[in-house]
């Protein structure tokens, strides 16, 4: 199984007290069930508001678990945020 490590931005980041972390995960859906079980309560909140990079790559729509993921790549976990 690949390890992958997730790194939070701004609320995220906020409500998972840490700014990255590693997890086992072969798709997107099963490093977010992750991630929300390791940190249940705000950040599951969060993260249903948020958009995703793989490895740089927007996910945009796709179904999450159809989004593989590599070992040694990294998901972004972006909050919606305001300014320009």
Not at 12 to 40: M, N, Q, S, Y
Not at 49 to 72: K, N, Q, W, Y
């Amino acid at each position: 199984m690949p390890k992958v490590t997730v790194r939070y931005w701004a609320a995220a980041k906020a409500a998972a007290g840490v700014a990255e972390e590693a997890f086992d995960a072969d798709t997107l859906a099963e490093a977010l069930d992750a991630v929300r079980e390791r940190h249940p309560g705000e950040l599951t909140r969060v993260l249903q508001r948020c958009s995703f990079l793989i490895d740089g790559d927007p996910v945009g729509t796709r179904g999450h678990e159809t989004v593989r993921l590599a070992d040694g790549g990294t998901v972004e976990v972006l909050p919606p945020f305001a300014g320009g």
